[in-house]
């Protein structure tokens, strides 16, 4: 599905992206211990470093493509990686890049951003760029997914010390159509999928946001992918785009957001919305 991006909508996400990075950068400086455990086996410091590395490999992606993070080892995993990798690069790269400092690594974050919306300020925002698994994305895609981790892992932190943390309907919105509805519908998803995806029967959930341009999200029958909306969906939801950010990357429970009537499905059959969602494969 090709990304409509306007003008206005493109300078949003780069506001978004500088604003999230400069909220991300200030709460790690506030936490008092970064060896607290955050996510899996990471801890804040760990999860702060990821944030960091991924700022580099995007700004890497557009500067010299071949060769994102400089460590032939690690580019090498992120051409050749699937969504079962992700754990496993992930790890190998934070041993290549060893430094755990917050004050070191809030500085990496905000030079690795600023790299990436210099090196993007005169791009087509709709232009193909290479990206993990030897996919192709749009540009404004990297910004996004950029975006998005920094949502999500300032989450990661700001629960394990304790402290507030946003994930605004905006910014998050953002995140979803720029990124993960590109990445999904994407026609040039390299190795990235793998073999494993589309089982399954085939699943049909049309998305809206008061914040979104409506979407089908399509799995099944050997088919990710997204569509404009149209008759045939299965199931229709209604979201706030945060609360289905931390759904969909397992931050927290769909039955939670469901209660509190964040995710909203309807339909034919609603309950296929629940098992799209539970099926749904994120890196």
Known sequence: MRLELTE??????????AAATERFADLLLSCR???LPAIGHWSVAEVAAHAAI???MQAGFLRSPAAPLGVPEIDRLLASATL???????????????????EVLARDLREGVADVVELS????????????????MPVASLLAHQLNEILLHGWDIARAVSLPW????AEAALAFEVFLVQLLGGEHTGHLFGDGSGRGRRLRVEFRSAHT???????GEGR???????GGADARVRFEPGALMLTVFRRTPLARAVATGRIVATGPRPWVAVSYLRRMRTP
Do not use: M
């Open 8 to 17: 206005h909508r493109w300078h949003d996400l780069r506001t978004a992206l």
């Open 33 to 35: 211990d970064p060896d």
């Open 54 to 56: 991924v700022s580099r």
């Open 84 to 102: 079962g990798d992700f754990a496993r690069l992930n790890d190998a790269a934070l041993r290549a890049f060893p430094e755990r400092s917050p």
């Open 121 to 136: 300020a005169d791009a087509d925002p709709h232009r193909s760029a290479r990206w993990l698994g030897d996919s192709r």
């Open 166 to 169: 946003r994930v605004p309907s």
């Open 213 to 219: 341009t409506p979407v089908v999200l399509v799995s």
């Open 224 to 230: 990710v992918g997204a569509d404009p909306p149209g």
